[in-house]
């Protein structure tokens, strides 16, 4: 019973910006490393940003500089600042979260939000 609601995406202009929120909630002892990954029609899902719970931060190369990731531990939330959106930014957009539960066995177990859709026109 835990579940990763993403929210925040939407169609934007090239050069602007979006704020994607992903919130766990649910049974669960805490949320480990949390991140988003996306991905584009015909394409793979690609690791855009992760941060641990300690908040070490890793980006991919082609968001470096434009993407910021933070989170929340109190609200169990992860964020992703976009600015300076391009075309080749449009995906859905998935959170993952690694989850410490104990429903069946205690573990780390990776949940993954809904997906939200960033659209961004030239």
């Known amino acids: 019973q835990v579940q990763l609601v993403e929210s925040g995406g939407g169609l934007v202009q090239a050069g602007g910006s979006l704020r994607l929120s992903c919130a766990a909630s649910?049974?669960?002892?805490?949320?480990?490393?949390m991140g988003w990954y996306r991905q584009a029609p015909g394409k793979q899902r690609e690791l855009v940003a992760g941060?641990?719970?300690?908040?070490?931060?890793n980006y991919a190369d082609s968001v470096k500089g434009r993407f910021t990731i933070s989170r929340d531990n109190a609200k169990n939330t992860v964020y992703l600042q976009m600015v300076s959106l391009k075309p080749e930014d449009t995906a859905v957009y998935y959170c993952?979260?690694?989850?410490?539960?104990?429903?069946?066995?205690?573990?780390?177990?990776?949940?993954w939000g809904q997906g939200t859709q960033v659209t961004v026109s030239s």
């Open positions: 649910g049974r669960f002892f805490s949320v480990n490393a």
């Open positions: 993952y979260g690694n989850v410490v539960t104990a429903t069946i066995r205690l573990g780390e177990y990776r949940y």
């Open positions: 941060i641990s719970s300690g908040g070490t931060i």
